[in-house]
């Protein structure tokens, strides 16, 4: 039997990988909106592989942090990108021409329902994914840290 889900996921990952490419190689000309939202790339290494792994992310700047939610569309599991930041946080962001060292964590329970309303009136889409899923979806904060 085949996976129902497989089509559409083969699709964004093969997005993902061309948004990535397109927002690096204009230097953030393209690809730093995606639908007038503000986007960001994620660079971190793969908890499993160890290797380099980058992530076009819809963000919200929370002064002088970016927020980014581990939604996965509303699956039941979080995205790797999620599992390679518990496993190690230091990580890389690129805003735009920006590319920067940052530490990732996980917002805490009352940071995260303060947040999760920015996020939401931010991209609607983010309550549509919570609502397919049983599981709580993660806020993660980028914070800038010393090179």
Same mark, same amino acid.
């Given at each position: ?76 599991? @979080?995205?790797?990108? $999620?599992?390679?930041? #518990? /496993?190690?946080? +230091?990580? =890389?962001?690129? %805003? ?25 009136? @931010?991209?609607?889409? $983010?309550?549509?994914? #919570? /609502?397919?899923? +049983?599981? =709580?979806?993660? %806020? ?8």
């Amino acid at each position: 039997m085949s996976d129902p889900n497989a089509r559409r996921r083969r699709w964004i990952q093969w997005f993902g990988r061309f948004h990535a490419w397109a927002y690096e190689k204009t230097d953030g000309r393209w690809g730093a909106t995606l639908q007038g939202l503000p986007m960001l790339l994620l660079y971190s290494v793969g908890y499993k592989s160890g290797q380099p792994r980058t992530t076009p992310l819809l963000t919200l700047r929370e002064g002088d942090d970016w927020l980014i939610v581990a939604s996965f569309y509303g699956a039941p599991g @979080h995205p790797a990108w $999620y599992r390679n930041l #518990q /496993a190690k946080p +230091d990580c =890389e962001v690129r %805003v735009g021409r920006e590319r920067f060292p940052a530490r990732a964590r996980t917002a805490n329970p009352e940071e995260r329902a303060r947040l999760w309303t920015k996020l939401v009136a @931010h991209y609607p889409g $983010y309550a549509d994914y #919570q /609502a397919r899923t +049983d599981r =709580e979806i993660p %806020v993660v904060v980028l914070s800038r840290r010393d090179a």
